[in-house]
């Protein structure tokens, strides 16, 4: 099982529409997680850090849930400029190695 | 504060011939990864050093790649005797303390 798994979609939604997608861990132990944000032929974003009780930037809502091991993001009233490719980032702090661990991100496309 | 520089943003090298990627991170970050991304594929963890020392390069290549990160001066990539199947985005991040990740521009190696 991958450390950290992500639907790869693509999501195609119209313009308006929410969208969501989640993200599972496979270590318990894991601690930060974050959404990042990659445009095509870009370097990753930062988008938001994931906290415990859940958290909202604008129009974009994220959630944890430790008991199932997921991360979701929520998108409301989405923007053609939302098109990109999300990547959920999880951070273990146990481990030996480096503790960030990216999974292989979820495209999002918003057509008009 | 300038965020983290990587450079050349794109090179050119013949088969057999050496690349080497610069990497600067931000200042007062002493953590860095490099990651490579091929076309449509996601981000494939390389490196993780601090200053002067390799922490984590189980996702580089045993042979013809290496990297450091000395006390003075960037971050360095190191390929010798390239090949095409090493054309790819490499892309550079910081981290203050091994969390959160802030990504550089990337180089586009192309391999003719």
């Known amino acids: 099982r991958k450390e950290v798994e992500q639907d790869p979609g693509p999501f195609n939604v119209p313009e308006g529409a929410t969208v969501a997608f989640n993200c599972t861990y496979s270590?318990?132990?894991?601690?930060?997680f974050f959404w990042y944000r990659q445009d095509c032929r870009k370097e990753p974003k930062l988008l938001m850090s994931?906290?415990?009780s859940g958290n909202e930037d604008g129009r974009f809502t994220a959630q944890l849930n430790r008991a199932s091991q997921y991360i979701s993001l929520l998108i409301r009233d989405s923007k053609l400029s939302d098109s990109a490719t999300y990547l959920c980032?999880?951070?273990?702090?146990?481990?030996?190695?480096?503790?960030?661990?990216f999974g292989s991100g979820t495209r999002l496309s918003i057509r008009p | 504060n300038a965020g983290v520089m990587q450079n050349p943003r794109h090179l050119v090298r013949r088969r057999g011939q050496e690349a080497r990627l610069r990497c600067s991170p931000m200042?007062?970050?002493?953590?860095v990864y490099w990651y490579r991304q091929l076309p449509e594929e996601g981000l494939k963890f390389m490196v993780y050093?601090?200053?002067?020392?390799?922490?984590?390069e189980s996702g580089m290549p045993k042979e013809r790649f290496s990297a450091e990160f000395p006390k003075e001066g960037p971050s360095i990539l190191r390929i010798q005797q390239v090949v095409r199947g090493d054309s790819a985005a490499y892309f550079c991040?910081?981290?203050?303390?091994?969390?959160?990740?802030?990504f550089g521009p990337g180089t586009r190696l192309t391999v003719l």
């Open positions: 980032v999880v951070n273990n702090p146990y481990s030996s190695a480096s503790k960030i661990i």
């Open positions: 994931v906290y415990s």
């Open positions: 270590n318990s132990a894991s601690q930060s």
């Open positions: 050093l601090q200053k002067e020392n390799i922490i984590d």
């Open positions: 200042k007062g970050h002493s953590h």
């Open positions: 991040a910081s981290s203050p303390f091994d969390n959160e990740q802030f």
